[in-house]
């Protein structure tokens, strides 16, 4: 198991923080959101194409796979404790080796300070080719939202702070995959856009859905209202379409296989029997 002194010295997220304001959520409004609906059923389907029953599952976020899985024991765990069957800080798993064949994380890894640890974490309480699979927010994400709110900062205070979280590029997810040592890792991103009736709908379901700024070096300002109306009113200049506004999300999926032997490996590097020229 990785200790917690793994963690990165460089921390970005206060997790305490987090685990308090999430669990003042409810987890049916998330539940019952679009883009966690949406990306729910993206992983529902990608879940489809596995053709493999799966008995020991360890479920980290607000997501509900039962109906796919009926005979499975299943543990889960949600910081918004209310579907949980474990209580646990999921950056650092209380497992042993060996315990799941499906281990998946939904919308929790964009909160974390150290993801190869974690990744580290879940192969090894993977049984061989056992099945990671996880859902998170990545870059590009609310890039309307960081904008905005550095233009009014800086108007305002003539300065400004971290408000929106930075996210993990598809390139470094996938490094991170091949750094943990999965096998067979698969790695893309879908970029949504979702549109709210005004900022104001906008910004209380970002809180809604617990993404609210959680950054250890987020301003101890309280926000005034002249800078909220500030806000409101540069968002829906600027990132209105007809009568809506525009929200951008982008979604990133990770899967990857712990080891085993009876896995497909590739063949040495020159044993090609024919010409990739001859072949095209």
Known sequence: MVSKHTVATSLIFDRQLLRQRRSRLNSTVIKKNRLYQYLQTQLNTRLKLIKRDFSRILILGDVDISDYFKKATIWQFSLTGKTSRVLLDDEFLPFANAQFDLVISFMEMHHFNDIPGFLQQIKQCLIPDGLFLGVFLGQDTLWQLRHATQVIEEEIYEGISPRVAPM???????????????ALPVIDTDHIEMTYNNATIFIHELKSMGLSNVMI???????????????IEYYEHHYQREDEIIASFTAVYLSGWATDTTQPKALPRGSATIRLSEFL
């Not at 993990?168 to 999965?182: E, I, N, P, T, Y």
């Not at 070096?217 to 806000?231: D, G, H, K």
């Open 168 to 182: 993990v590029k598809l390139s470094d997810a996938a490094a991170l995959m091949q750094r943990a040592g999965f």
């Open 217 to 231: 070096e987020r301003s101890n300002r309280i926000a005034e209202r002249r800078f909220l109306q500030r806000l």
